[in-house]
T-cell receptor, first 116, second 115 residues
Framework: AQKITQTQPGMFVQEKEAVTLDCTYD???????LFWYKQPSSGEMIFLIY??????QNATEGRYSLNFQKARKSANLVISASQLGDSAMYFC?????????????FGSGTQLTVLP | DADVTQTPRNRITKTGKRIMLECSQT?????MYWYRQDPGLGLRLIYY???????NKGEISDGYSVSRQAQAKFSLSLESAIPNQTALYFC??????????????FGPGTRLTVL
C-alpha cells in the first residue's frame, strides 16, 4: 500500500499567488514525522519544512507552511507569494519509528511550474 | 565546500560492468543512506547504515552492495550493472538519536546510465 500519496503530478501557479500541494499519508504509528523536499531541475534535494505528529501548531518556514490535518492524514504544503524560482519538483516524505530504520518514505512528487 | 559529496556525478557504463559510487560527508553524522530515483517513483531506499558496523538493506537492495569504510564514507556498488539500474542515485546523511527533526541531508546525486 502507498504510504505517501501525492495526487497532483503537475501544478501551475501564477507568480505571486499562493499554491497548495497535496500530500496524504498512511501509518498506524502515533509518532511520525512529515517532511517536504524541493528538487529543482539541477537535481539536488533541498529540505523545506518538517511537521512532527505531536506538534499542535502547523509548521512554517518563511513562505512555506504545512497544513497538517492529522485526522485526515494529510500534510499539504502551502507556498505563499510564488516566485519563478519555486518551479521544481516537490516531494512529501514520512519518517516512522516502527522498524529499525529512520529512513524516509517518499511520495512520487508534484512538478510545480510558476508562470510569469 | 559541500557537506555531502558524491563521486562521480555522471557515469555511463556497460551491462555487466562493476561500478562503485562513493559518498563522503563532513557533517559528522552517524547515519548514511543510499537512494535511487526513477521518474514518477520518487526516491527509494537501497541501503542504510547507522554506524560503521551497522548496515541494513532497504526497500530495493537486490543487485547492490555497500561498504561503510568510515563514519564519513559510504560506498554503493553495482556488482554487474544492468540497464534497469539506470537512475539518479542519492546519498544522504542524518543525525542519530531522538531529535525532533533530524532531516536527511542529500548529496548532489550521481546520474548513472547503463547501456
Amino acid at each position: 500500500a502507498q504510504k505517501i500519496t501525492q495526487t497532483q503530478p503537475g501544478m501551475f501557479v501564477q507568480e505571486k499567488e499562493a499554491v497548495t500541494l497535496d500530500c496524504t499519508y498512511d501509518t498506524s504509528d502515533q509518532s511520525y514525522g512529515l517532511f517536504w523536499y524541493k528538487q529543482p531541475s539541477s537535481g539536488e534535494m533541498i529540505f523545506l519544512i518538517y511537521q512532527g505528529s505531536y506538534d499542535e501548531q502547523n509548521a512554517t518556514e518563511g513562505r512555506y507552511s504545512l497544513n497538517f490535518q492529522k485526522a485526515r492524514k494529510s500534510a499539504n504544503l502551502v507556498i505563499s507569494a510564488s516566485q519563478l524560482g519555486d518551479s521544481a519538483m516537490y516531494f512529501c516524505a514520512m519518517r516512522e519509528p516502527s522498524g529499525s530504520a529512520r529512513q524516509l518514505t517518499f511520495g512520487s512528487g508534484t512538478q510545480l511550474t510558476v508562470l510569469p | 565546500d559541500a557537506d555531502v559529496t558524491q563521486t562521480p556525478r555522471n557515469r555511463i557504463t556497460k551491462t555487466g560492468k562493476r561500478i562503485m559510487l562513493e559518498c563522503s560527508q563532513t557533517k559528522g553524522h552517524d547515519r548514511m543512506y543510499w537512494y535511487r530515483q526513477d521518474p514518477g517513483l520518487g526516491l527509494r531506499l537501497i541501503y542504510y547504515s547507522f554506524d560503521v558496523k551497522d548496515i541494513n538493506k532497504g526497500e530495493i537492495s537486490d543487485g547492490y552492495s555497500v561498504s561503510r569504510q568510515a563514519q564519513a564514507k559510504f560506498s554503493l556498488s553495482l556488482e554487474s550493472a544492468i540497464p534497469n539500474q539506470t537512475a539518479l542515485y542519492f546519498c544522504a546523511t542524518s543525525l542519530a538519536g531522538a531529535g525532533r527533526r533530524n532531516e536527511q541531508f542529500f548529496g548532489p546525486g550521481t546520474r548513472l546510465t547503463v547501456l
